[in-house]
T-cell receptor
Framework: IAGITQAPTSQILAAGRRMTLRCTQDMRHNAMYWYRQDLGLGLRLIHYSNTAGTTGKGEVPDGYSVSRANTDDFPLTLASAVPSQTSVYFC????????????FGPGTRLTVT | GENVEQHPSTLSVQEGDSAVIKCTYSDSASNYFPWYKQELGKGPQLIIDIRSNVGEKKDQRIAVTLNKTAKHFSLHITETQPEDSAVYFCAARNFNKFYFGSGTKLNVKP
């Protein structure tokens, strides 16, 4: 059982380019989340999904979009990357409505130049 | 939205001593308060959590306390060991969203 996988591990991206960060979980969790982690700011929620087919905005959604076509996958897209989106991105999954526990992936380090 | 504040930002203790990290939250509707440990280069790992209808929870050397009236909760680590050195984050769940504190870097000196 892999848990949560994220790809790529790291990426350097030119400003203005489009980028999709991938997240896959094999735990059949109904809820999935995307966070960004910046030094001194902890983790901030970008978007979330309580179940396949639904998504919601978090604290910092601008410049990002998500989709949830099935239970296992929750890709995060940057339509036109800007340097302020340089960060470490973490995907998480959990069982919304019951335990509330979240399990995090290993992260993607993104640098926008 | 919810606002979670965490203190201290850094904490250095001697091996075997206790460590306490404190968090406050602003919205009384928050109902679940997890604590995460993050080691360098890895994702956060859930170490203990508490729901709003419980005042205290313990798991071996780790305990969490919650004071709903004052809107604060704390992580207590007893008999600290060098492998406890990491960054610890508190969080609050508020209407399907999680809000995190800014983290505490714990250093346990051998």
């Amino acid at each position: 059982i892999a848990g949560i996988t994220q790809a790529p591990t790291s990426q350097i991206l030119a400003a203005g380019r489009r980028m999709t960060l991938r997240c896959t979980q094999d735990m059949r969790h109904n809820a999935m989340y995307w966070y960004r982690q910046d030094l001194g700011l902890g983790l901030r929620l970008i978007h979330y999904s309580n179940t396949a087919g639904t998504t919601g905005k978090g604290e910092v959604p601008d410049g990002y979009s998500v989709s949830r076509a099935n239970t296992d996958d929750f890709p995060l897209t940057l339509a036109s990357a800007v340097p302020s989106q340089t960060s470490v991105y973490f995907c998480a999954s959990g069982v919304a409505g019951t335990s509330y526990e979240q399990y995090f992936g290993p992260g993607t380090r993104l640098t926008v130049t | 939205g919810e606002n979670v504040e965490q203190h201290p930002s850094t904490l250095s203790v001697q091996e075997g001593d206790s460590a306490v990290i404190k968090c406050t939250y602003s919205d009384s509707a928050s109902n679940y308060f997890p604590w995460y440990k993050q080691e360098l280069g890895k994702g956060p790992q859930l170490i203990i959590d508490i729901r709003s209808n419980v005042g205290e929870k313990k798991d071996q050397r780790i305990a969490v306390t919650l004071n709903k009236t004052a809107k604060h909760f704390s992580l207590h680590i007893t008999e600290t060991q060098p492998e406890d050195s990491a960054v610890y984050f508190c969080a609050a769940r508020n209407f399907n969203k999680f809000y995190f504190g800014s983290g505490t870097k714990l250093n346990v000196k051998p």
